[in-house]
């Protein structure tokens, strides 16, 4: 996926070996430590022959080989850390790396004293540039309709799918459902979407509006929305504050702790409500509802979601990285 997204944009893209290392059996352990070599090794010849001036950094295992061969070679390097908790990868990351940017300042437990600075979540520029009626024109969306949009990130959420799509007469009695289900969820999660909006009525398909991906229309499925019903992955920090979007967020019960740790920053700063995955199909149709009877309560999470959002954090990335270059010799 990272490779496709990357060579859109016409940016040169390369890639190395790594596996996990954590939470894996013993034989896997082995084989991930294989490739872990072997990406160290290219690492090296990569950096030795590009010779940046800073590498960025960001999360998972597969930055550990690039950190290293940084570090081995002397060459600056910023760790982005998008969730509030980082995982084991970029807890190691971290420590070679001369300064860790992150999302919020709620990370500061978790980075060395004197390495982190805040400098919000990079959102692209696509996020902000349609209003809601806009947006809702690009869609054919009616303006006066509440709006419920749905998704899972690139790859989808099985659970969420599966909760709306059997739920779907209740929630468009609602709202207007946008929903995303993923590319990578599986060609099920779209084949269920299709065959739930076959089965609706000419009045309700108009008011179903599904998709397995979006790419540069997602800002403007966020922009329409009222509400999001999503996972609270990274992006949730960055994207839904950057709108002020209230969401009802269900935190991905396998990825350790970190979703469930930015969906708990999100509600106790007023921004979102949180709905356990495993409950979720009990009380998805409750929450919308009062949620959506409320819109006091609604414009309360969209003002507190939008005083934790920055729009800058893009340009603060690349400021830090700018100094850390000039830091390093070159400019």
Partial sequence: MERELVCREGIPFESIEAGAMNGVGG???????????????????????????????????????????????????????PDIEPGMALKVMAKLANQVATTTEASAQFIPPGKMVVTGYPVREGFGQLSKTQARERLGIPADEAVVLVFGGSKGARSINTAVTQQLDALLKRAVVVHVTGASAGANDWEAAQAARARLTAEQQVRYLAFNYLHEEMAAAMAAADLAICRSGASALGELTYLGLPAVLVPYPYAWRFQKVNAAYLVEHGAAVMVEDATLERELVSTVTSLLSDPARLQALHAASLKLGRRDGAQHIAHAMLKLAGAGGKN
Avoid: C, E, M, N
């Fill in 27 to 81: 034989f896997r352990q082995l084989k991930a430590a294989a490739r872990l070599t072997r990406g160290t090794a290219k690492a090296l010849q990569i950096v030795g022959r590009f010779k940046p001036d800073v590498v960025l950094l960001t999360g998972g295992f597969v930055g550990v080989p690039v950190s290293w061969a940084a570090w081995t070679r002397r060459v600056p390097t910023l760790v982005y850390l």
